[in-house]
C-alpha cells in the first residue's frame, strides 16, 4: 500500500522558513516524480513545486520561485520542500504527490498527473 506522508508544517512569523517533508512508502520512489501542491482556505488546489525522477530538473510556481526549494533523497523515500521568507499567503494546506513515470527528467505541474497523495500539513505564515 503507497502512503505519502508529509510533516514540518507549523505556524512562522512572516519572513521565517520552514522545511517540509515527503516519507514516501510502498513504492520505489526513484520511479516516481515528485510534486507539492497547496491548498488555502477557499481556494483550489494549486501547484507549488516539482522535482523529476533523477533530481536533475525542477519546477516552481512563480509565486514561489525563489524563495521554495524542493528537493528528493530516492535512497531513503524521501521528498522535501525547503520554504523561505515565507509570507501570510503562503499559509495552507501542503501536499506531497507521485506521478510513476518512465522519463527520468521529466516535471508535471498539474494535480491531474499524479497517481497518490499524501493527507497534507499545515503551514501559517503570521503577519
Known amino acids: 500500500q503507497v502512503q505519502l506522508v508529509e510533516s514540518g508544517g507549523g505556524l512562522v512569523q512572516a519572513g521565517g522558513s520552514l522545511r517540509l517533508s515527503c516519507a514516501a512508502s510502498?513504492?520505489?520512489?526513484?520511479?516516481?516524480?515528485m510534486g507539492w501542491f497547496r491548498q488555502a482556505p477557499g481556494k483550489e488546489r494549486e501547484f507549488v513545486a516539482t522535482?523529476?525522477?533523477?533530481?536533475?530538473?525542477?519546477a516552481y510556481a512563480d509565486s514561489v520561485k525563489g524563495r521554495f526549494t524542493i528537493s528528493r533523497n530516492n535512497a531513503k523515500n524521501m521528498v522535501y520542500l525547503q520554504m523561505n521568507s515565507l509570507k501570510p499567503e503562503d499559509t495552507a494546506d501542503y501536499y506531497c504527490?507521485?506521478?510513476?513515470?518512465?522519463?527520468?527528467?521529466?516535471?508535471?505541474?498539474?494535480?491531474?498527473?499524479?497517481?497518490?497523495w499524501g493527507q497534507g500539513t499545515q503551514v501559517t505564515a503570521s503577519s
Open positions: 504527490a507521485a506521478h510513476s513515470t518512465p522519463y527520468v527528467n521529466h516535471v508535471y505541474t498539474r494535480n491531474g498527473e499524479y497517481d497518490y
Open positions: 522535482i523529476s525522477r533523477s533530481a536533475i530538473k525542477t
Open positions: 510502498g513504492l520505489s520512489l526513484s520511479t516516481y516524480a
